[in-house]
């Protein structure tokens, strides 16, 4: 059973910082795409970047020069450097993989909170 698992999300301080991790687990052949979503209470999960296996990635303007995204092939890991975190950054993130175990599809985590607020 393929499993991703988030970690990192806290309460923190506008201004500062966060950086999130997701790890694949579970009996899979190779982890392609993998990317990071939020979503607000009330409001629809969104995108905030996505990287590919070469470690080409995207942002969403809301997040550029303010968040990373980067992973580890050999970890079957992605991260999410999170710097000058603002109130409406708050959100539960989750992380997101197209995973190829028998066939390749598409793998939610469980989702981790981050809450920024002085």
């Known amino acids: 059973q393929v499993q991703l698992v988030e970690s990192g999300g806290d309460l923190v301080q506008p201004g500062g910082s966060l950086r999130l991790s997701c790890a694949a687990s579970?009996?899979?052949?190779?982890?392609?795409?993998m990317a990071w979503y939020r979503q607000a209470p009330g409001k629809q999960r969104e995108l905030v970047a996505t990287i590919t296996r070469g470690d080409i990635t995207n942002y969403a303007d809301f997040v550029k020069g303010r968040f990373t995204i980067s992973r580890d092939n050999a970890k079957n890991t992605v991260y999410l450097q999170m710097n000058s975190l603002k109130p409406e950054d708050t959100a539960v993130y989750y992380c997101?993989?197209?995973?190829?175990?028998?066939?390749?599809?598409?793998?939610w985590g469980q989702g981790t909170q981050v809450t920024v607020s002085s």
């Open positions: 997101n993989a197209a995973i190829d175990s028998i066939r390749t599809r598409s793998y």
């Open positions: 579970g009996s899979f052949f190779r982890v392609y795409d």
